[in-house]
């Protein structure tokens, strides 16, 4: 069975990355296909498809965490992203649109991961998340807050299995009556490099063959836009 795939720049010693060279600054509070969240309705979903992801565990890449700036201007974006053991680059300069508002870079998270369908892992499939939304970086800040405390204390089990799910939604401050729901990442679980579970939870993830260049879609301040589960793919309704 395959380990799950390096991330070139961080090296092998993961746990003292983690200790001693992050750079995100957290708050307290990629490859493949991507993941997209809405925030008005608090659903997952993956791919060209919109297949639906609400529910299901992911194993995330530790050494994949990046963070950045994205800067979205006319409905295109420009980003500026490193890994985690890198400082915060400084933002992209503002820049003017079409209707010529100014429009400022905002910071960035993001991350990589895998999904097991029906418990194959020949069938697992490379997933990438990366947003400037308020929801997004607290969500993988706060995952982030939780591997370094465990890299305190073992340089082994490092990589989060996380249910992608919901916190409790909020009324949209610049809307009356929208309700945002912000993203959570709720840790299940932990795997090792080789993708065995921590614990009686012995089981494997297979590294995807390539990468494939991430998709994103528009970012605004105001939009936050037990064994793996074993289910199948399944389009969203729409």
Known sequence: ???????????????????????????????GAHLKYGSFNGEWSFGSDAEDATGSEVTIFTPSIVHGWHLWCDKNVQKEMVGFTTPLPPPIPPREDE?????????????????????DEDDALQLSWEHSTVGCRQAIDSVLI????????EAEFLYPVVKLSSRTPYENPHKTGEM??????????????????????NVKLAAPE??????????????EPAAPVKRRRRAKAR
């Open 146 to 153: 939780e591997i370094r405390k465990k890299a305190a204390g």
């Open 180 to 201: 945002i729901h912000p993203p959570e990442l709720e840790i299940i679980g932990w795997r090792n490099q080789e993708g065995e579970w921590e614990g009686d939870r």
């Open 99 to 119: 209707r010529g508002k100014l429009q400022q870079a905002n910071e960035a998270r993001g991350f990589q991961c895998m999904m097991e369908f029906d418990g």
């Open 1 to 31: 069975m395959s380990n799950f795939p390096a991330v070139v720049g961080l090296g092998a010693d993961l746990q003292t990355a983690l200790t001693e060279k992050v750079q995100v600054n957290t708050s307290a509070s990629g490859g």
């Open 210 to 223: 390539a990468d494939a260049p991430a998709e994103d879609e528009a970012d605004t301040e105001d939009e």
